[in-house]
């Protein structure tokens, strides 16, 4: 049963459907599964439009930050624009991130969490898989948590997730919210999932 916040979103998220759909199919596959890339914009943003969430200037339903985003994504669309925010997220993510996921050759058998956690969390997620040998993401999200006590020096720590002019009041740790990235991901996409059999991979 959803609470109250999440029929909210859900709501505000059902007004992108059309253009998601469109636009995942046409731009990645036909049997694309945009409902996790409406699910990506409901973690993001609830479905509306909003600047600097995160305070480096991210844009619009997706969040791109124009100056992290690749050059061939700034230069093709116009992510200051409704649909070509949404066209930028989904180039971004399937032919930039997702060919980047080393889980498996095959573009459908590659496991979309981890694709979702590289939008969220750079390349992090990938050097913890990397580290486990695995790409189970309960076995990459151990190999986050307690990367110290693996010996490792270049780990993920707190980060601050409430900040006002007196300083930082809450913190969170990096590797909690970027595994529990995925996790709302999937969820949120149950919701507007209009298929019985998936053919990407998603776990």
């Known amino acids: 049963m959803f609470t109250l916040i999440n029929i909210s979103y859900a709501n505000e998220c059902r007004s ?15 049997d694309a ?19 600097s ?10 969040q791109l930050t124009p100056n992290l985003i690749p050059k061939e994504v ?3 669309y116009n992510i200051y624009s409704y649909t070509g925010n949404i066209q930028a997220g989904i180039h971004y993510l399937f032919n930039i991130l ?20 590289m939008y969220n969390g750079g390349n992090w997620p990938l050097i913890e898989c990397k580290r486990a040998k695995s790409f ?13 006590n693996y010996g490792y ?6 980060v601050c997730v409430w900040r006002t002019e007196y300083g930082c009041k809450q913190y969170r740790h990096a590797c909690d919210i970027n595994y529990s990235y995925s996790q709302k991901i999937y969820k ?4 507007y999932k209009n298929v019985i059999t998936e053919h990407w991979r998603y776990w």
Not at 42 to 47: H, N, P, S
Not at 188 to 191: C, E, K, L, R, T
């Open 16 to 30: 992108l459907v059309r253009h998601v759909q469109y636009y995942t199919k046409i731009m990645v596959a036909d």
């Open 33 to 51: 599964p945009w409902w996790y890339v409406l699910g990506l914009i409901q973690a993001e943003t609830g479905c509306k439009w909003r600047t």
């Open 53 to 62: 969430l995160d305070g480096f200037g991210s844009i619009g339903f997706m």
């Open 74 to 76: 700034r230069t093709q």
């Open 98 to 117: 997702h060919v980047k996921n080393p889980s498996s050759i095959e573009s459908r058998e590659k496991r979309l969490w981890l694709t979702m956690q």
């Open 136 to 148: 189970d993401h309960s076995v990459c999200y151990d190999q986050c948590i307690n990367c110290k």
């Open 153 to 158: 020096t270049e780990c993920r720590g707190s």
């Open 188 to 191: 949120y996409g149950q919701i």
